[in-house]
């Protein structure tokens, strides 16, 4: 069984930096790809940030100069920096993964998500 568990949220003022952290664990084969999404209280899910297996990256334009996503394929973990945050990047964060487990069945996974919460 396949599982992804975030860690890294809190409170923090504007302009400041916190640091999320995902790990999977379970049956593994390969992760294809890894990203960070965020959900605002009455506002849907979206993507901030996906990066692939050979590191490819993209973010959306609202982060795009502030957050850095990064993974560690040997560790089956990944990360994302973010800076300069902004009262706006309150929201419950989740990672989300592409996972090839060992019994070659891909699908998506969810962590838990973690509370961000930038205050003025």
């Known amino acids: 069984q396949v599982q992804l568990v975030e860690s890294g949220g809190g409170k923090v003022q504007a302009g400041g930096s916190l640091r999320l952290s995902c790990a999977a664990s379970g049956s593994i084969r390969s992760i294809n790809f890894m990203g960070w999404y965020r959900q605002a209280p009455g506002k849907q899910r979206e993507l901030v940030a996906r990066i692939t297996s050979g590191g490819t990256t993209n973010y959306a334009d609202s982060v795009k100069g502030r957050f850095t996503i990064s993974r560690d394929n040997a560790k089956n973990a990944g990360n994302l920096q973010m800076s300069s945050l902004k009262p706006e990047d309150t929201a419950v964060y989740y990672c989300?993964?592409?996972?090839?487990?060992?019994?070659?069945?891909?699908?998506?996974?969810w962590g838990q998500g973690t509370q961000v919460t930038v205050s003025s």
């Open positions: 989300n993964a592409e996972i090839k487990a060992m019994n070659n069945i891909i699908r998506g996974y």
